[in-house]
């Protein structure tokens, strides 16, 4: 099924029947990919990288209804998925040098952007090979018994009998009364107190990462860290565009084409940044300091390009205050 909240979906248990099936479904087609032995260990990996960042998004659009548990669950599966970050690093770092092979032989020899591609390639892989005795295997055996594990804790997701905190209240409230003639019920309204939570701090990020840019004195890393911070908060919001999809189809398709837009932009700038790590740990016996100077000035100009372009977009997705964010999508709720 798809990674969609019905509203007519779980009639028995309501939205945390929906919230369980979801999560469930999601576990198992990790848990599939993983044992499916024609898959590539780069497939699999990606595909249950990505599983993972979609259950926790669902959890973080819950969470106003069940904070604890959303707070236990999320912090679960994001230390399961790290044991795979170093591997995506590696991987991704080989399709952003591809990217930038034109413009690095604008600059360089053809000797020396071979070189360069080598080392820092050698280098990823260094650094994403598992230490010891393990494998990608193991780490894939490691990660499907924790999400197994929390397979079995599903039926423990209940919600409390109230939103989370005070804000979430007040945003419930005010939803309830704004789409009163649609009958937001309470359950409908810890979805909007989700959603308000992440759009607000998507907003809070672009923020920060606006204020970044405009001081020179903050360095390279910082401003790196900042917009991946933003792109996080980018991704969720188009995660729950998606599960929310059937209460504003309207609504959500213009979310959800706006997130995915901005996250591809963020999501090249952060491959960057990361390519940028890598070329620092080269020795000096493989790389010249100039022709590593040479190679940053290349990643700048390009996540120059992109974060510019990424903030023309950013600036209309979160163009609106939360509270009139929250009243604009209810006047479509359930349309």
Sequence with gaps: ?????????????????????????EIEAAIGEIADSSMAAESVIHQVRKRTKRIRALLRLIGPGMPE?????????????????SRRDADVC??????????????LSKEACTRIRHAIKQ?????????????????????????????????????????ANER???????????ASNNGASMQER???AG??????????????????VKNENVPEEQLASSF??????????????????????????????QAEQLGELLGDDHDLSVLGQFLCAVPHDLVTAQEKHVVRAILKKQSARLRKHALQIGRDLYAKQPHDFLTWLAKKWRT
């Design 190 to 192: 810890i979805l909007f």
């Design 1 to 25: 099924m798809a990674f969609r909240i019905r509203p007519d979906d779980g009639l028995k248990d309501g939205l945390i029947g929906s919230v369980r099936r979801i999560a469930r479904e």
């Design 195 to 212: 959603l308000e939570r992440t759009y607000r701090a998507g907003r809070k990020r672009m923020k920060d990462a606006i204020a970044n």
């Design 168 to 178: 979430d209240a007040n945003v419930a409230c005010h939803t309830g009364n704004t």
């Design 123 to 163: 280098t990823a892989e260094k650094q994403a090979r598992p230490s010891g005795d393990e494998h990608p295997a193991q780490r894939l055996r490691e990660f499907r018994q924790v999400i197994e594990c929390a397979r079995d804790r599903l039926s423990d997701w209940n919600f409390s009998t109230a939103v």
């Design 94 to 107: 080989s399709k952003t040098l591809a990217k930038l092979k034109s413009r690095m032989r604008r600059r």
């Design 228 to 257: 991946h911070a933003w792109r996080k908060q980018v991704k969720n919001l188009g995660y729950h565009a998606q599960l929310l999809w059937e209460f504003s189809r309207q609504r959500m398709q213009r979310l959800r084409k």
């Design 69 to 85: 548990r959303a707070k236990v669950e999320s912090t679960c599966f994001k230390d399961a998925a790290k044991r795979f970050s």
